[in-house]
Each structure stands twice: as C-alpha cells, then as structure tokens.
C-alpha cells in the first residue's frame, strides 16, 4: 500500500493552509528573506527580555549585612595536644632468696619510702647458715694462730740451723694457708648476714603500691618470674607528649630562649592548671606520625596526676605582637584559598584573599591581608555580588570582634 506524506505547508487546515501555500507560491528569495525577517524579530524579543532583566538587576537594592571590625592584638601562639602521665620508676619487687613468705608489711595501693619493710621471708634458715659459718671461721682463727706461732718457731729454729730449710718452708705455707682460710670463712659469714638480710624485703623507691601478686604462707624463689609487688613511683612524675615536626623550628628557639613549658588542663574549675618547664626533648622525629616527643617533670605532691592517665597540654610556642585578628565567621573557603568581604566607606564589598597566621579554635583568627579598623562580613556573604553596594541594614551597628 502506497501512503503520501503531505509536507510542513500542505498538513495544517484553514489559515495557516492558505498562509503555507502563498509561502509555497513565493520564489525562493522571497521565502529567504521572510525567514531572515522571522529570525530577526526572535532576537529581538531576547535582547528585549535582556535588556529589561538587566534593568531589574540594576534596580535590585544593597544586599543587607552584617559587619565586624579587624582589630589588633597580641596574640599567644598555642599548640594543643594529648599528654600520657609517665612514671619515674615502675620496680617489680621479687624475692633475692629462696624460702617460705611469712608476711607482709603494707596495705595494698599504700604509699610507702624508700627502706620501708615491705615482705619477711622466713629467717631461720639464714640465720642457721650464718652461725654455721661463724663457727667454722672461729675454728679456722683458731688454726691460723697455731700457724703463725708454729712458723714464728721454726724462723728462730733455722736462724740456729737446727731445722732444714724445707722444715722452715711448710712452716710458712701452713701458716700462709690458715690466713687464707679464714679470709674465705669470713666472706661466707658476709655473704650469711647478706642473705639472712634479705630475708627482709625493703622498698627500693618512694612510691604506691599496687596488688600482691604472691600472697603470705607460698615459696618464693629467688629472682622468680612473677615479682611480689610492683611500686609505680608517682612523685614526682612526667608528661609525655608529641608535637608536629613543623613546630620544630619553633621549639627549639622557645627552648633556646628557656621559655618551652607545658599546661595541663584538668578541666576542674576548682583545680588551677599546672604549669612545668619542659625538659626533655627526643633525638629523633617519629617517620610514621612526624612527631617528636617531649617531656615535662610535675612535682604532683597532691598525687592528682595518675601514671597512664591522659591529660590535655597546651604548650606556647610564639608570640604575635599586634596581629590583624578577624571573626571566624567572616572566612570563606574558595577555590583558590580563604578570602574575606571587606566593605568599604562607600559601602561597596571587596572580595579580599586573605591568608590565616593563627587558628587557635577559638571564636576569632589571626590572619594576614586585612588591616586592623578595616570592616568585614561575618553574615550574608552568599547575598554579596563582588563589586556591589550592600547594607548594614536600618538601625544594625557593626559588630567588634571578641
């Protein structure tokens, strides 16, 4: 079946029938020309709708505002970190001789000094090896004065030639024998009265006590593998904390100038924070964090700070004499960097790079690019045009910044 498909000028009925076939009577220039007069009058309208747009948007009024004044102030460089409370000295206490625990001398968690009786290993023994060996070096005294007198003897014998010379000679090494020996038993008493000593374990430090691990009534060994008690020594004790490597240059001109201390924040508003002169700064900078250490000693004579507990540590690292100072809230993040609305006296807005010296996570920053007295938006940037007038709005007074 043959279908016919009528063209654009041949399908529409009534009018516009006889409008497309007079069009289709036309010649070919006519047509062109009627089609370049169509098409000019389209872009007529558009520039008219345009042209009466851009009249509104002229006509817009100021966008309304709200401004703070850049002011100039000192301003403290602060680096905040996480400390960890480090012990002096952590002793694990354990038995120097072996025998049976009889008890002990302390609470568990009590504070005790140095020398303090801690544990008492059953003493008998020792004390049975010591009177065993003052015996025997009591007997041996004995020998070595026979020697001495039978050599005596025996020099004023060959002097007479009435003994050998070999006589005079065993004489000599038997009394030269006698001084040895007692020499050795006195070192076995010595090493008797160190043992029975030992018998009475003694805290090696100031410091707290933790749980008994080995209770009274067991065998203890000597040097064995779980100790008795562990002391934590916790006056006075250390804060350990790491800044970044780009503050180094910093800290080490702080520490130069004996001005490199560390803060603690306690977050107790009845407590003050403690403040302490950093004294130990690490030989190397960590290659997985990119930090380095550092460490403060703290007298903690009220035993506030806790070996592993973790504390908040500010530390000052510079001072900002007069520094431009802005709100937070007049920062913008573009795409080529942080920038500012400055409105100047003729009330028009300045788009205005600017570059932040200071972020202390505080309600203001310090920054370069801006001048103190000068204004800036802390509200309604979205409504700025760059280059446009805008308004405070009736009866709004500029803001200062805190």
């Known amino acids: 079946m043959n279908m016919r498909y009528p063209n654009t000028f041949e399908a529409p009925p009534g009018r516009f029938r006889q409008a497309a076939g007079r069009f289709n009577q036309l010649s070919g220039r006519s047509r062109a020309i009627l089609v370049i007069a169509a098409v000019l009058v389209v872009i007529g309208i558009v520039w008219a709708v345009i042209a009466a747009t851009s009249g509104k948007e002229r006509s817009r009024p100021p966008a309304m505002v709200v401004t703070a004044q850049a002011t100039a102030k000192d301003v403290t460089v602060v680096e905040h970190t996480v400390g960890t409370v480090v012990a002096n000295a952590t002793v694990q206490v354990s038995a120097q001789v072996s025998g049976q625990l ?25 004390q049975a090896q010591l009177q065993q060996a003052e015996a025997t070096q009591a007997k041996d005294e004995a020998q070595r004065v026979n020697a001495i007198v039978t050599k005596k003897r025996y020099d004023a014998l060959y002097a007479q030639n009435a003994i050998s010379s070999s006589q005079k000679d065993t004489a000599d090494a038997t009394a030269k024998s006698a001084i040895a020996t007692v020499e050795a038993d006195a070192a076995e008493v010595a090493t008797a009265k160190l043992n029975l000593g030992y018998t009475e374990i003694r805290s090696p430090v100031d410091g707290k006590t933790g749980p008994i691990l080995i209770q009274p009534g067991n065998l203890v060994s000597a040097n064995g593998a779980n100790p008795l008690v562990v002391l934590t020594q916790i006056e006075p004790v250390k804060v ?3 800044l970044p490597q780009s503050d180094l240059a910093a800290i080490q001109a702080r520490e130069k100038a004996g001005k490199l201390a560390a803060t603690l924040d306690l977050h107790d508003p009845k407590a003050p924070k403690l403040s302490a002169k950093v004294d130990f700064i690490s030989n190397q900078v960590s290659n997985t964090t990119g930090t380095i250490e550092l460490r ?84 309604g940037q979205l409504r700025i045009l760059p280059g446009a007038k805008v308004s405070t709005g009736k009866g709004r007074k500029p803001t200062k910044t805190p």
């Open 102 to 126: 009889l008890r002990a001398a302390f609470r568990e968690g009590q504070i005790v000094k140095k020398g303090d009786l801690l544990f008492v290993i059953d003493p008998r023994p020792f």
């Open 240 to 242: 350990s904390f790491s």
């Open 296 to 379: 403060a000693d703290f007298d903690n004579h009220d035993h506030t700070l806790v070996p592993g507990q973790q504390v908040d540590v500010d530390v000052t690292l510079n001072n900002l004499p007069r520094a431009t100072v802005v709100p937070r809230e007049a920062i913008n993040e573009g795409p080529n960097g942080r920038y500012v609305f400055v409105v100047g006296k003729d009330q028009i807005a300045e788009m205005r790079p600017i570059t932040v010296i200071y972020d202390d996570g505080t309600a203001s920053m310090a920054v370069k690019g801006i001048k103190p007295k000068e204004r800036v938006v802390v509200d």
